[in-house]
Each structure stands twice: as structure tokens, then as C-alpha cells.
């Protein structure tokens, strides 16, 4: 995936023992999830164990990023003053063809989506860090 | 393994045969269930407590009912102002909320025993430092939950599971928090598990993720900008009735609409307001609760639910399945089984309502209504004192103020006491209280005694 470079506001990722692969491989325009070594679900966030069948052998694998739009919020009024200057912005659940839901900034800027709305993974790049965002497919 | 027990029907509520003494049912005086135009049967009005299938998980069909249901009552109830700014400390106000409720009943700090609290970003003080200021001689039972809104209704569980097990007799319960001039939970930055997956994007606060479901519900169930306006209004009526609410003033669908937004689809208005203030209320045995100056509002009822998918954390919107229910969906079985009566017979109802969606999702979670018909059952005016199951009658979290759910347990309390005054239910006789509005939550039915 081609990551963009865009003029928005960001927080630094706090990667943690789990999550660092799934921050690495986005840093590098890829998305990567967990995957159940017994029942084969897919999860994110990346967690040590499966969340639908309890076992605990858990493989890394690519993920499209494609998926629908779950259901979003349009946050007019920044709780948190360093997004200040992007409001109105739109955060979208997207449920993704590998099957966990993911969240991410909505990048397009014409209008709320609708629920089912088809979007791809656009990973964007704010002062060196690299967060997920979604666009319509 | 099943109860062996017959179940039988006494003044319209189910309950086991007398011969096991659980006084539980006995002390509810109704004689027939209330059906209002609007409260048609849902699929709990026609569910026996034995038709549970078998191997479900429920505390109360495999072991028969909880020693506490019916056992233990609320006493008294004491708050402080909510304010603004209290321009005093966290454990001045717990303090003192702690010592209302005391007073209100008849007792004295040092026959208090136990202590419960609950807190969220360690905004509030231990129950080891109220019992210092209160110079309690020795608590035998003493428990902080490091939760927010979905606690209040647990917390009464466990002080009246601690006085029906004997470790305790007097519990106090109590929330406390500047949540206004302190630490703001509605802004405050949290360490957690999946907080690096919501900052960074701009996704930072408890009405944003709120507002995740809110809109999936407005999907599903086809719920309007209209539905919300009605819950926000009919609380504004009955916080008029209340001195101690901070919003008080009427609100009409389309000054709802006026307002501006925070997240949508949640305008200011759809959103609790922050205070500063402490709330508490006393737990005991019914037994000596009958001689206490207030009538016993008797803990009948009691769930907790952890759904699946409820998460990594308070604020982790990735594994629950379905945005359009709550935790009160997942524990309303085992609520009503745990004190035989049917969402029909419950006289008035205070649902958690940091958000006025919330409303709706319990009043549906629970069965007072059907999927996608709450809106339609608020803007009909059943919600409303006079209606059919008047909810929030304080004004609720969005008007008398965002105690996290402690003053809803205590408006129910004073309703089944006979003591809201102005915006008191006739004859109310059963009261329903939720807690929490995302995966996990809690809920508690009160009634009065026999």
C-alpha cells in the first residue's frame, strides 16, 4: 500500500510488546493481523491468544485492507486540543474482508459515509508516524 | 442442576414453593401486573424461570436464587451538592455524602463496617480514607473497583452479597469525584491496551466511542435525531422537579436540534454533564432495615454481565460484535430471573444514560420494549411521570449530573421509599436500575417490602 503524507494532526502510536509487528508493517505500507493457528480467525489488535476459540498459537498474516464501513462518528468538537485544527473528522469501524473490525481515520473529506460504504487500508504519515486511514474503494 | 422445587404463581410473580422460606418475593405487595397501552408483552412477559435451557450460565437457575436477593435493602441515601467547582477535596466530598447517608438513616459511622467505592483514572479516594475521616473503629469489608458507569449497580451487589454472607452488617457505598474542576473523564487521556490504536487518529474521547454505537443503532434499529431529542426532553421535565439537577430548564425537540454538535451523531445536549459531588447509600439486612426510619428498598434483582467480545479495556470498540446492543442485553435473562418479574411489572426504571442513546438501548436490552421500538415508547410519553414506566425520573445523568451512574441507585432507592416529592411515581413498588452502557454493566431491581 502506497502511504500518504498528509497535513493532519497526530498522536505518536504506543506500540507495545503485542502490537509492534502490526506498527512495523504498517510503516512499511502493510497491514498485518493475527491469525488462530487452530480455527484460523483473523484478529486485530494483534492479541497473544485467539479471542473466539482460546487457543494460543497465534501467526502473523497480510491482510487486503479491504472491507465495509461498520458505523463512524464526525467529531465536530476536539476533547483532546491537539486536533483542534482538523475538525470536522470522521473515524470509521471498518469490518474488514479478513474479518476483525479496524479503526481509522476517514481520509476522504466530501461528506459522512454510509454504512456498507467499500473502503481500502491508506496508511498516512504524520510528523514520522505512520497511522491507519481508510478511503472509499 | 435445575431447582426441583415447583414454581409457583403468587400476586402475579413467579416464585418458588414458600416451603424455601425465600423471602425474596414474598414482600412485594402487588396484586396484578401493570399493563400499559404501550407496554405490550415481550419475550419475558411469557418466559417461566424454568424454561431456561439447560447448561446456560446462570448464577441463578443453577443454584437456586442468591442468598442476598431479598435479604438486603438499601437505608438511606446521601448526597452532597453537585457543583461545578467544589472548591473542596475528593475525600471532603465522600466524606460527607457518606455521612448524609448515615444520618439519613439513623445510623452511626462507627456502625458501618464496610465500605464500597468505585473510581475511574484515580479520580477518587480509597475506601480506607473515608474510614479514616470517619473515624471508623474497623472495617471487615472494604472493596475499590477500578471502574467507571458500569460499577454502581455491581457495587450494591457485593455490599449486600458482604451483609448476606455475614462478613459485614452495615455497608456504605459511595462515589466521589470533582468531575468537573478535577480529573474529566469525558477528556482524560487513559493508559490502556488499545488506547494506541485511538489516539493517534484523533479518536480521544468516551462521546466519540459512544457515539460508534449510537450511530450502528440509529442503523439497525432505524432510531432518529428525533428519539434522541424526546429522551434529553422528557429528563429535562423531570430534572425541573429536582433541586439538586444542573440542567433544569426545558428543552423542545428543536432547541435539541439547535444544539451544537460534540460528536455526531450526539449534540451537547444528548451528552451527560460533568460535576463535581459524591453520592452514597447504605446497605443492610431487610431484617434490620425494617427498623430504620425509612422503608427498606429491598435489593431483589441482580445481574453483571462481561459480554463476549466486551474487550481490552473500558474504551476498546474492536471485538464486540454488535454496536447496537449493550451490556444490558447480554445480562437481562439472569436479571429478571434473579427476581422472578417481568419487565412489566416494574413500576419505574432509572437506565444509565450518559448519553441519551443509552436510554434506548437499555429500555430495549432489558424487554420494556421491543427491538426498534424505545424511540417510538419515549416520544409516545411513556418515559414521562404518568406514563406507563416513567425512566430517569431524577432527570438522569443528562440533567441532575454525571455521578457515573451512583445517583440513579440512589433516585431508585428514594422512589421505592416514597420520598422523589414532586416527581415521585405513585405507588411505586418496583424500580429497575442499569448501569453501564458499552460490553460490561450491571443492573439491580428494587421493590418494596412486604
Known amino acids: ?137 | 442442576m435445575s431447582d426441583p422445587r415447583p414454581i409457583v404463581r403468587t400476586y402475579g410473580l413467579l416464585r418458588r414453593d414458600p416451603i424455601c422460606l425465600d423471602d425474596a418475593l414474598v414482600g412485594i405487595r402487588r396484586a396484578a401486573p401493570r399493563v400499559g397501552v404501550s407496554r405490550l408483552p415481550t419475550e419475558y412477559d411469557s418466559k417461566l424461570v424454568s424454561s431456561r435451557a439447560p447448561g446456560m450460565n446462570s448464577l441463578h437457575t443453577k443454584r437456586g436464587r442468591a442468598n442476598f436477593l431479598g435479604r438486603t435493602a438499601i437505608v438511606g441515601v446521601g448526597f452532597t451538592p453537585f457543583t461545578r467547582a467544589s472548591g473542596e477535596s475528593v475525600l471532603a466530598l465522600a466524606t460527607r455524602a457518606t455521612r448524609e447517608a448515615l444520618e439519613d438513616c439513623g445510623l452511626a459511622p462507627g456502625e458501618v463496617d464496610g465500605l464500597v467505592s468505585y473510581s475511574l483514572f484515580s479520580d477518587s479516594v480509597p475506601c480506607q480514607a473515608v474510614a479514616t475521616a470517619l473515624a471508623i473503629p474497623e472495617l471487615t469489608y472494604a472493596l475499590d473497583l477500578n471502574m467507571g458507569g458500569q460499577a454502581p449497580a455491581f457495587a450494591v451487589t457485593n455490599a449486600a452479597m458482604a451483609v448476606a454472607s455475614g462478613l459485614a452488617d452495615v455497608v456504605v457505598v459511595f462515589r466521589a469525584l470533582n468531575g468537573r474542576s478535577g480529573i474529566r473523564v469525558g477528556s482524560q487521556s487513559f493508559a490502556a491496551p488499545t488506547a494506541q490504536y485511538r489516539y493517534p487518529i484523533g479518536f480521544t474521547a468516551y462521546a466519540q466511542y459512544m457515539a460508534l454505537w449510537a450511530r450502528r443503532f440509529m442503523i439497525e434499529t432505524g432510531a432518529t435525531a428525533d428519539d434522541f431529542a424526546a429522551v434529553v426532553s422528557r429528563q429535562r421535565e423531570h430534572a425541573a422537579r429536582n433541586e439538586r439537577a444542573i440542567r433544569r430548564t426545558p428543552l423542545s425537540i428543536a432547541e435539541h436540534h439547535n444544539a451544537p454538535w460534540v460528536v455526531e451523531p450526539y449534540r451537547t445536549v444528548d451528552c451527560t454533564i460533568e460535576v463535581d459531588g459524591a453520592c452514597a447509600v447504605v446497605v443492610t439486612s431487610t431484617e434490620r432495615a425494617r427498623s430504620l426510619p425509612h422503608p427498606p428498598a429491598v435489593i431483589q434483582g441482580a445481574a453483571w454481565a462481561t459480554g463476549f467480545g466486551s474487550g481490552l479495556d473500558i474504551a476498546d470498540p474492536h471485538f464486540w460484535p454488535d454496536y447496537s446492543t449493550n451490556c444490558q442485553t447480554v445480562l437481562a435473562d439472569r436479571l429478571w430471573e434473579s427476581c422472578g418479574l417481568t419487565p412489566r411489572q416494574i413500576d419505574v426504571a432509572q437506565i444509565y444514560d450518559c448519553f441519551s442513546s443509552t436510554v434506548l438501548f437499555g429500555l430495549e436490552g432489558l424487554g420494556f420494549v421491543g427491538r426498534g421500538e424505545s424511540g417510538a415508547f419515549v416520544r409516545a410519553g411513556e418515559t414521562a411521570l404518568g406514563g406507563s414506566l416513567p425512566v430517569n425520573t431524577s432527570g438522569g445523568l443528562l440533567c441532575e449530573g454525571y455521578l457515573h451512574g451512583m445517583n440513579l441507585v440512589a433516585e431508585g432507592a428514594l422512589q421505592i421509599q416514597g420520598r422523589c416529592e414532586e416527581r415521585q411515581v405513585a405507588g411505586a413498588e418496583s424500580c429497575a436500575i442499569t448501569s453501564g452502557g458499552l460490553g460490561d454493566g450491571s443492573a439491580l431491581i428494587l421493590t418494596a417490602d412486604g
Open chain 1, 1 to 137: 500500500m502506497k502511504i500518504e503524507n498528509l497535513q493532519l494532526r497526530a498522536l505518536p502510536p504506543t506500540p507495545d510488546a503485542d502490537s509492534t509487528p502490526f506498527w512495523e508493517a504498517l510503516a512499511d505500507g502493510r497491514l498485518q493481523l493475527t491469525r488462530c493457528g487452530s480455527c484460523g480467525t483473523a484478529s486485530f489488535p494483534p492479541i497473544p491468544s485467539c479471542p473466539r476459540c482460546a487457543a494460543d498459537t497465534v501467526v502473523p498474516v497480510e491482510a487486503s485492507g479491504s472491507g465495509r464501513v461498520y458505523s463512524w462518528a464526525t467529531i465536530h468538537i476536539a476533547l483532546d486540543p491537539t486536533f483542534a485544527d482538523d475538525v470536522p473528522y470522521t473515524i470509521v469501524a471498518v469490518d474488514l474482508e479478513d474479518g476483525p473490525r479496524m479503526l481509522g481515520r476517514l481520509l476522504d473529506r466530501d461528506g459522512p459515509p454510509a454504512a456498507g460504504l467499500a473502503v481500502r487500508l491508506v496508511p498516512y504519515r504524520v510528523d514520522g508516524n505512520v497511522l491507519p486511514g481508510f478511503r472509499a474503494d
